[in-house]
C-alpha cells in the first residue's frame, strides 16, 4: 500500500540554524499538509498546500516556516532561524481530493530536537 | 474555534471492551475520524463516520456518533495487547482545505 515517507526521522539542530524537513507524499495525491506534535500536547495543524500554493496556515505558521513542493514528489518543510520551542514532532499527510471521505494520510513524523 | 475533547487515559484487561470517548463543537462537521498512534510512530488512519450516520462497525471496531450532543465513541471489542497506543479522535470540521482538528489522545493502556 501506498505511503508517505518523511526524512530524517530524527533531526538535532542547534537554536538559530535553518532546518528543512522532507516528506514525499503518496504519488496521485493533491493536497498537502503540516501538523506537529509537541510532547504531551495535542496535534496542531501548520499548513495546507494545494496547486502549488499555501491554501491554509494556521497562527503558529508565522515568517519563520516556509513551504516548498520542489519537484513532482516532495514536500518540505522550512524553519528558519529555530527556536528551543520549534522542538516538536512534525507530521506530513496527503490527501487525493478535497472530499472529507478520502481521509489524509500521515508519515511516520520527524522527531525535531532544538539544543 | 474548533476544539475536540478527549479524555487522556484508559486502562483495560485483556478481552475486555475498551471505549474510547470524544466530543466536538463544530456543528457542520462533515467526516470525523480515529487514527491510532504505536510509540514512535505516526498516525494510522483506524476507521471514520460521516455525521449523517450514528454507527459504523469495521470488525472489532464500533463508532458511534451522537451528532445531537456532538459525542463520538470508538469501541474496541476483545481488546488485546498489541491495541496498546494512543487513539485520536479529528474532526474535519467546516474547512474548505481538508485540515484535521485533533484532540489531545488518549492512552489505551492493555494489562494482561
Known amino acids: 500500500e501506498p505511503e508517505v515517507t518523511q526524512t530524517p526521522s530524527h533531526q538535532v539542530t542547534q537554536m538559530g540554524q535553518e532546518v528543512i524537513l522532507r516528506c514525499v507524499p503518496i504519488?496521485?495525491?493533491?493536497?498537502f499538509y503540516w501538523y506537529r506534535q509537541i510532547l504531551g500536547q495535542k496535534v496542531e495543524f501548520l499548513v495546507s498546500?494545494?496547486?502549488?500554493?499555501?491554501?491554509?496556515k494556521s497562527e503558529i505558521f508565522d515568517d519563520q516556516f516556509s513551504v516548498e513542493r520542489p519537484d513532482g514528489s516532495n514536500f518540505t518543510l522550512k524553519i528558519r532561524s529555530t527556536k528551543l520551542e520549534d522542538s516538536a514532532m512534525y507530521f506530513c499527510?496527503?490527501?487525493?481530493?478535497?472530499?472529507?471521505?478520502?481521509?489524509?494520510?500521515f508519515g511516520d513524523g520527524t522527531r525535531l530536537s532544538i539544543l | 474555534g474548533e476544539d475536540v475533547e478527549q479524555s487522556l487515559f484508559l486502562s483495560v484487561r485483556e478481552g475486555d471492551s475498551s471505549v474510547i470517548n470524544c466530543t466536538y463543537t463544530?456543528?457542520?462537521?462533515?467526516?470525523l475520524y480515529w487514527y491510532k498512534q504505536e510509540p514512535g510512530a505516526g498516525l494510522q488512519l483506524l476507521t471514520y463516520i460521516f455525521s449523517n450516520m450514528d454507527m459504523k462497525q469495521d470488525q472489532r471496531l464500533t463508532v458511534l456518533l451522537n451528532k445531537k450532543d456532538k459525542h463520538l465513541s470508538l469501541r474496541i471489542a476483545d481488546t488485546q495487547t498489541g491495541d496498546s497506543a494512543i487513539y485520536f479522535c479529528a474532526d474535519y470540521g467546516s474547512s474548505n482545505t481538508g485540515k484535521l482538528i485533533f484532540g489531545q489522545g488518549t492512552t489505551l493502556q492493555v494489562k494482561p
Open positions: 504519488s496521485n495525491h493533491l493536497y
Open positions: 499527510a496527503s490527501k487525493m481530493g478535497l472530499y472529507s471521505n478520502q481521509p489524509q494520510h
Open positions: 463544530d456543528s457542520s462537521s462533515t467526516y
Open positions: 498546500f494545494y496547486n502549488n500554493e499555501i491554501s491554509e
